[in-house]
């Protein structure tokens, strides 16, 4: 059962599942907290989402290269994208460490080397990808 606890004025859910590793999340709502806690720990016990197996965004980047862009049009053009941006060091982020001023610090650093236009399509792709990976979890942890 998904523990949630009142912290410096955020809820904090944390998640206990065989063995020492936990997944914990904060939240402003005592209730969503609660939800995600639930999903999460249905997940966790289905073999969906384990804390010890959490992927990296490199791996979710590959992967999802490896599934769903071969079947789109433009392909080889999002392929190229996505061993792009593998070689930067934001992708070594464990996904249940990856935070927002993670996304903001890659944006920035980005902004002193390309275009404005290609980091654009660079914050389009990360935010497609982690947006599929998490509706797909989602409906798995449905079930």
Sequence with gaps: MPRVT?????NRVRIRFRGPPHVSKTFTSKTDARRWGEKTERAMQLGLLSPDQDCTLKELLLRYGKDITPAKRGAPQELSRIH??????ITALRLADLHSSHIAQFRDERLKKVPGTTVVNDLSLLSLVLNTARTEIDSMAVI
Excluded: F, I, S, W
């Design 84 to 89: 792009k941006l593998c070689q930067h060091r």
């Design 6 to 10: 009142k912290e410096h004025g955020v």
